[in-house]
């Protein structure tokens, strides 16, 4: 069960314990300095009033400015942790993202689409600054609302009215518009993101948009989104107006009725000049508290928003791998299914059924069928990025093993549908800077795969740096450095859908050559349009519907 936004806020700030406990330790303090204030005036207008001036006037001057010096020191003193906190933030999100994006379970990302996904880590500004801001204004202004009525109580039993309807006016402004502004602010926050997604595939697909009719649809389609926004946004705004004009009303009130009171008190020589002015200095402080942590709600759904949508990917089931993984290196691997099927979250019918395999060493496998058989299906649950709805899956090698993620993966090679280039260097995107892969393998992954002639045109050679999906390269040239990228390390299994379906067919032939040559160790597991693939297989697998019709071995590998 998903936690709720208020507890998912308490638990984000159970993180950073120490210095939320040293900005209320700072502000308690603050909110006793603060009160030297009202109580010097009040000092010094009685002495005024009685007519000695002396020393003791001077030196209630000196304490007052002191006063208001000490608590300017405190409050930088708050912006310090704060500051702290804030990089805290930025850089536990940061990796928070880092690490999860890559784990999460396939299936959890089917219907997401994962650079919405990345781009709530924009969230973390908002989270940023709107945890500080809440921290300094509403510990000092609720600090000050508390030392402020307990003050005012000592100068008259009318006061303890004053503090109670005070009480009674936060709770009900935070009680009865709490809901209704959090999921106005959710409402929001999601078109909010609808119209950048939307931006994004502008974008993404610019060429497309440049047609007049197809640039037209753009525009309307983001006016659609932005107009639902505005609509979000207007109804929240009406929840901040409505809370605003409750705290104007009550100022009103307030003030009027606290003047004529203590006029009163003052006339009945209940209260004296001095007390009067003090406390009304107090009660300006007070309601000047009240009037922050009015104002600083919307901070507040901002930053409860902005953790909830944050949250939502942390609810994202990860791969779980043992704490006790060892770095067992495989001599050779066999892969067995039992008994598989696997069906997508929201559907009720079974993409595999049943899938009973045993794939030995070395074997040369191509996955026929047609569209929609179980082909990639069946390819992404043996390279591990699916994992079987029922049935089990497990490797052999002397003994009988179950899959164990980090260490099957560090043996296996993969290209899937879809997979793109990332930025940084040819080098950085050959080998993800890993240190066991040595100059000698680079060259041979990259001879192989025909990138050699390429690579050596270019000016920086493998430091050239590549754009987001290798924009800036040919089709061709891109797949190449993903297939030198699958082999450079010497798997022990490829896992290949349409490898070379943007190559030409005199390159992808001796490409093909190549990885089905016999003195490669590896077993390959491939789906591809390209039949040569077939021709140079000894094992066919035909599916059909999520089930094998035909698995048969034969002898035309050369």
Aim: with cysteine.
């Amino acid at each position: 069960m998903n936690d709720t936004p208020l507890q998912r806020f308490y638990s984000f700030l159970k993180l950073d314990r120490k210095d939320i406990i040293q900005i209320f330790f700072y502000a308690i303090f603050a909110g006793l300095v603060s009160l030297s204030l009202p109580l010097g005036i009040q000092a010094i207008i009685n002495l005024i009033q009685s007519g000695r001036v002396s020393a003791s006037w001077a030196v209630l001057v000196v304490v007052v400015v002191i006063g208001v010096a000490l608590v300017g020191i405190l409050s930088l003193m708050q912006l310090r942790i704060t500051e702290n906190l804030q990089q805290k933030i930025f850089v536990r999100s940061s990796f928070e993202f880092s690490i999860r994006l890559p784990k999460i379970k396939f299936e959890e990302l089917y219907n997401q689409y994962p650079p919405e996904l990345a781009n709530r880590f924009f969230d973390t500004l908002t989270i940023q600054k709107g945890t500080s801001k809440l921290l300094i204004d509403f510990s000092t202004a609720v600090l000050q609302i508390v030392f402020g009525i307990l003050l005012l109580s000592l100068y008259h039993p009318f006061f303890i009215f004053f503090g109670i309807s005070l009480l009674l006016l936060l709770y009900s402004i935070f009680r009865f518009s709490y809901n209704a502004g959090l999921t106005t602010s959710l409402k929001e926050s999601k078109y909010k993101y609808k119209v950048v997604g939307w931006l994004q595939e502008i974008a993404r697909n610019n060429y497309s948009f440049r047609k007049k009719d197809n640039f037209d649809f753009a525009l309307t389609k983001n006016d659609t989104l932005v107009s639902q926004y505005l609509i979000y946004r207007e109804k929240h705004f009406g929840i901040i107006k409505r809370q605003f004009v409750q705290l104007i009303l009550f100022k009103v009130i307030i003030t009027a009725g606290l003047l004529l009171i203590g006029g009163f008190l003052v006339l009945n020589q209940q209260m004296n000049i001095g007390q009067f002015v003090a406390a009304e200095i107090i009660i300006l402080l007070v309601i000047n508290s009240v009037e922050k942590i009015i104002i600083g709600l919307e901070t507040f759904y901002d930053v409860i928003t902005s953790i909830e949508k944050i949250g939502q990917i942390a609810d994202f089931k990860t791969e779980e791998f043992s704490a006790t993984t060892s770095n067992y290196c495989f001599a050779n691997i066999s892969l067995e299914t039992d008994n598989i099927s696997f069906k997508f979250p929201d559907s009720y019918d079974y993409v595999l059924e049943k899938i009973n395999l045993k794939i030995e060493p070395s074997e040369i496998i191509y996955l026929d069928g047609n569209n929609g058989s179980g082909k990639t299906t069946l390819i992404r649950i043996l390279s591990g990025l699916l994992q079987p709805t029922s049935g089990s899956f497990s490797i052999n090698d002397d003994t009988y093993r179950k899959i164990n993620l980090p260490q099957y993966r560090s043996h296996i090679g993969t290209i899937i549908h879809g997979e793109t280039l990332f930025e940084g260097t040819i080098m950085e995107n050959l080998t993800f800077n890993n240190a066991e892969i040595s100059h000698d393998m680079v060259k041979w992954a990259i001879d192989n795969c025909k990138l050699g002639t390429f690579i050596k045109a270019l000016p920086d050679g493998l430091d050239t740096k590549i754009h987001p999906e290798g924009r800036q390269l040919s089709s061709s040239n891109a797949q190449k450095i993903i297939l030198a990228r699958s082999i450079i390390n010497k798997p022990k299994i490829l896992f290949y859908e349409d490898p070379l379906d943007s190559l030409d067919e005199q390159t992808s032939k001796e490409i093909i050559d190549f990885i089905t040559a016999k003195n490669h160790q590896w077993t390959l597991i491939v789906s591809s349009k390209n039949k040569y693939w077939k021709e140079k297989s000894n094992r066919i697998i035909t599916m059909n519907d999520g089930k094998i019709i035909s698995d048969s071995k034969i002898n035309n590998h050369a």
